[in-house]
């Protein structure tokens, strides 16, 4: 989704929206739900925090899972890189998030080879296995659903991955089975 850039001093908001979806009844994470010791940390370990801006968001996301406001505005404060700036880098880089995801990336694949292998059908069954569309996470946060472009694994088409393993030549049949082996307690195990 595109919205027009505006201009606050002299940096530009970043022009995509963020999505930002909360539980039902929730409201936005306080600053205060945070211990910003980590970010602190990391921050005071980096030599040129305003040049090594992307390795800092890498660090801080692993530590809470994703990069809510209050945390974005403690790295703004510590880095003294303006958070419109590291809005413009979070909203820009698919691999960061302004939203809780799940403890398990589920992953389809859309590329043409995938596509025109059955992707669709992959699709749905991980719609049905987890109740949520593609861009969304489980209520219950175990599982977070993207789809991309290519994963890049073009002759093992239609592919899936969870949590970075890839599953080749995936059938709609097959999603359920592999899912229940992602859950409480993390992985239990996989196949290739």
């Not at 606050?8 to 306080?30: F, N, Y």
């Not at 968001?57 to 790295?75: H, M, N, S, T």
């Not at 030549?169 to 996989?190: C, D, H, N, Y």
Request: with cysteine; proline share 8%; aromatic share 8%.
């Amino acid at each position: 989704m595109l919205s027009p850039a505006t201009t606050v001093g002299s940096e530009a908001m970043p022009r995509r929206a963020i999505k930002v979806s909360e539980p039902e009844g929730a409201s936005a994470p306080e600053a205060s739900e945070f211990d910003f010791v980590p970010i602190r940390e990391i921050v005071a370990a980096t030599p040129d925090p305003p040049g090594s801006l992307i390795s800092i968001l890498q660090r801080v996301q692993k530590v809470f899972g994703y990069l809510p406001e209050p945390v974005v505005q403690e790295i703004a404060r510590l880095s003294e890189v303006p958070a419109s700036r590291i809005y413009g880098v979070i909203t820009f880089y698919a691999q960061f998030t302004t939203v809780p995801s799940g403890r398990h990336k589920v992953c389809v694949c859309q590329g043409t080879a995938c596509h025109v292998r059955g992707a669709h059908e992959v699709l749905r069954a991980v719609e049905k296995a987890l109740g949520v569309g593609p861009g969304d996470t489980t209520p219950d946060l175990d599982f977070g659903f993207a789809t991309v472009a290519c994963l890049g694994a073009c002759s093992f088409a239609p592919v899936m991955t969870v949590d970075g393993q890839y599953y080749a030549k995936m059938k709609g049949s097959r999603v359920a089975p592999i899912l229940s082996e992602f859950g409480q307690g993390g992985r239990q195990g996989g196949e290739t």
